[in-house]
């Protein structure tokens, strides 16, 4: 069956990195686009980012120009690079496979990890 397992959240200060990566098995990781999404606290789920294939890659424009995805299709993994991190962008980070469409995310839809939670603070 279909797994996604999220890791590299944590506490980071304004200004700072993180890399968040998901290990996907149960599927063709090769062969499916995938997304990363988020939510706030006491906030809906907010679209952040897909691949389509190695150079196919969308953004919302909230984290356009600071955060990287990519895929390791070698190793089923996706990741998240963040860099220049703010406080707004804490939230609890999901990688998706179907649960995302034209910038939508619903948990309705397609597979879901877990989430990881990056807290952005001094």
């Known amino acids: 069956q279909v797994q996604l397992v999220e890791s590299g959240g944590g506490l980071v200060q304004p200004g700072g990195s993180l890399r968040l990566s998901c290990a996907a098995s149960g599927f063709t990781f090769s062969r499916s686009a995938m997304s990363w999404a988020r939510q706030a606290p006491g906030k809906g789920l907010e679209w952040v980012s897909s691949?389509?294939?190695?150079?196919?890659?969308y953004y919302a424009d909230s984290v356009k120009g600071r955060f990287t995805i990519s895929r390791d299709n070698a190793e089923n993994t996706l990741y998240l690079q963040m860099s220049s991190l703010k406080p707004e962008d804490t939230a609890v980070y999901y990688c998706t496979l179907f649960g995302c469409s034209a910038g939508v995310c619903s948990k309705s839809n397609g597979y879901w990890g877990q989430g990881t939670q990056v807290t952005v603070s001094s």
């Open positions: 691949v389509y294939n190695v150079v196919s890659t």
